[in-house]
């Protein structure tokens, strides 16, 4: 899958209507907030 590489629009995951991709995107920034941040927990 050839794609042109033009960045990524921005996406406010609360704009969305609620369904499973918002889910999943949810938990996906969570999961990455929390990889990302400092591990004290």
Do not use: C, F, N, V
């Not at 921005?10 to 949810?26: N, S, T, V, W, Y």
Request: aromatic letters at 2%; proline letters at 17%.
């Amino acid at each position: 899958q050839a794609r042109p590489r033009t960045p990524p629009a921005p996406i406010e995951i609360d704009d969305m209507p609620d369904g499973p991709l918002k889910d999943a995107l949810g938990r996906l920034g969570g999961w990455l907030a929390t990889a990302r941040g400092p591990r004290s927990r």
